[in-house]
């Protein structure tokens, strides 16, 4: 039966090691995942190397949203609008185990405002087609009010109601790694790309590979290379030439997690344009509610971006001013920062406002095929451009692309926990771990949703290889509520050494790493 098991890759890689690939993927994030997805089913011998966990970067600290951006179009971003909500539409259809139809109120306090909203978001439904989620439309100020019973009323004159997509980002990501290997493919965590290897010619031929649990490494030859490595980009655009210049821009974006109580709706709220002129969300997930974000341009880049205390005033005052219960810092369940990739201004890198929130594809003359910027909801139709460039420079044969249709769930399966649906096909064999062995379903914590039966089939089935890994990105414990996941890590690092039979030392390191990371999100 098919499962994920890193040990077995690894064997794989071993046995095809004088053999060449078509393809390998640097990074593990949306892009390369959606990349490794659409190369593998095109039929090509596709790799993929992720130096961290998948997911590990941006794509486990989004907004969670599948949309057009309704905040583009006001910036006149129409194609690029237009393109995400046919991929907004196309993800919900594909992956309905992951995604959701998310009704969005924008509060409205002018006349004004009333058309402007009114008239943007029936242009927004427009522009989605056949692929709509529902159409938009006005509502008073009592319907508001009923919608969304801790809103202010001051001034309040109405509101817009539209609908957009939301997802679990980093269980898509899993989604997508699963899903490249069960076609044929490998995908590996904790796999550094350390070097280009080029031949005499000065043309990319392969990448040197570390594996940083072990310290084995690899000499991978290949046709085409592709940096997907997010924010990290430029690294990779060094190592083919060293005088490369930035071409990402990195914008932090921050969130904040709070109770259920602050909003208690299932509607979202949109505020396109705060006094600032920024957006803010807050947007239920999970039982919690979601509230951000920031765009704050930054110098430097990490893998863990710690947001700022001005960033995090911003999210708190900003939604202190609309909803009736304002939240302090003590009420934040965790605080998660993200890094967007934007591409940026070649002939004037510091410049924000030129950004590009539109990916951006280049090829190098040694052949390194780049694709930097973009979103989550448009990831798919990213890897379809991507590996139609490198089909176009002669790198690739020529193979049609199959992921518009390329079901990730099938509709026939029945649970008893509808919950359980976001692992996807094998969901059931966690429903009949409980069935044979009733203890295993017990919650971890009240806090969560989470049973020792989901932490063994995870490690049976997703790789994941630290504490960090199964509290941040299998499961959502860190980033819905960070101090209780910390509670819950004891018990869960016990089922991990146990599953992963890990050396002696293993559990004491994972709680010491993990009790450490959670300072960034608290
Ligand atoms: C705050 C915020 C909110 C957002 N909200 C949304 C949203 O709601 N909806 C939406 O559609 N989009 C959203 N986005 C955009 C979206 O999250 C990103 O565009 C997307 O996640 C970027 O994915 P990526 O794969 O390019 O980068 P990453 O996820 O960062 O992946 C790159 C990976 O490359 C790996 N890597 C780097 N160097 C190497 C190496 N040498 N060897 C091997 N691996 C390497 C890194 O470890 C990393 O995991 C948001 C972004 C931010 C920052």
């Known amino acids: 039966m098919f499962r994920m098991d890193r040990s077995v890759q690894i064997r794989e890689l071993q046995r095809n090691k004088d053999q060449l690939w078509d393809i390998v993927v640097v990074g593990g994030g949306a892009t390369g995942l959606g990349i490794a997805l659409d190369a593998v089913t095109r039929g090509y011998k596709t790799l993929l190397l992720e130096r961290s966990d998948f997911s590990k970067g941006t794509s486990s600290r989004s907004t969670k949203l599948v949309h057009g951006g309704v905040r583009y179009l ?31 109120v924008i509060p409205v306090y002018t006349l004004w405002d009333v058309v402007l909203y009114t008239a943007g978001l029936k242009f927004y439904d427009f522009l989605s087609g056949r692929l709509s989620l529902g159409r938009s439309y006005f509502i008073s100020r009592s319907k508001v009010l009923r919608r969304l019973p801790l809103l202010k009323a001051g001034g309040l004159k109405g509101g817009i109601v539209y609908h957009d997509g939301q997802f679990d980002d980093s269980r898509m990501a899993v989604t997508l790694a699963e899903a490249c290997v069960e076609n044929g ?32 490494s690899y000499k991978i030859t290949s046709k085409l ?29 921050v969130h904040i997690v709070l109770d259920n109580s602050f909003l208690q709706s299932r509607s979202a709220i949109m505020i396109p344009k705060t006094d600032d002129g920024r957006v803010l969300f807050a947007i239920p997930w999970y039982g919690k509610v979601v509230v951000g974000t920031t765009d704050t341009p930054l110098d430097t880049i990490s893998p863990e971006p710690k947001a700022l205390d001005e960033e995090i005033d911003f999210i708190l005052q900003t939604a202190g001013k609309y909803l009736t219960k304002p939240p302090s810092r003590e009420d934040a369940l965790c605080i998660f920062a993200g890094l967007r990739p934007l591409a940026a201004n070649p002939d004037n890198p510091s410049d924000t406002k030129e950004v590009s929130r539109r990916h951006k594809i280049t090829l190098s003359s040694s052949g390194l095929l780049s694709i930097i910027g973009g979103k989550w909801t448009s990831y798919r139709r990213m890897a379809e451009e991507t590996i ?30 509808e919950r359980l649906k976001i692992y996807g096909d094998r969901a059931g064999e966690i429903e009949k771990m409980i069935d044979e062995k009733p203890d295993v379903g017990n919650l971890l914590d009240p806090r969560f949703p989470y049973t020792r039966a989901e932490i063994i089939w995870i490690c049976r089935n997703e790789m994941p290889r630290t504490l960090e890994d199964m509290l941040a990105r299998r499961t959502r414990a860190l980033f819905l509520d960070t101090r209780a996941s910390a509670a819950i890590a004891p018990q869960v690092a016990e089922i991990m050494a146990d599953e992963l039979n890990t050396g002696k030392n293993w559990k004491e390191k994972q709680l010491r790493d993990y009790n450490e990371l959670i300072l960034n999100y608290i």
């Open 225 to 253: 290379v592709i940096n997907a490595a997010g924010v990290f980009a430029d690294e990779i655009l060094r190592m083919d030439d060293p005088s490369s210049g930035p071409t990402i821009r990195p914008s932090q974006g």
């Open 185 to 216: 493919g490998i995908v590996l965590n904790y796999f550094e790309v350390t070097t280009l290897l080029k031949n005499e010619k000065g043309k990319i031929e392969g990448v040197s590979t570390t594996d940083l649990e072990t310290g084995n």
């Open 74 to 104: 006001a910036r006149g971003g129409i194609l690029l609008v237009k393109e995400a909500l046919r991929e907004r539409g196309i993800l919900l259809k594909n992956a309905p185990h992951i995604t959701d139809n998310q009704e969005f």
């Open 388 to 417: 139609d460039k490198g089909i176009k420079a002669g790198l690739l044969d020529k193979r049609e692309c199959v992921t518009r249709n390329f079901r990730f769930y099938s509709d026939e399966i029945k649970l008893k926990s």
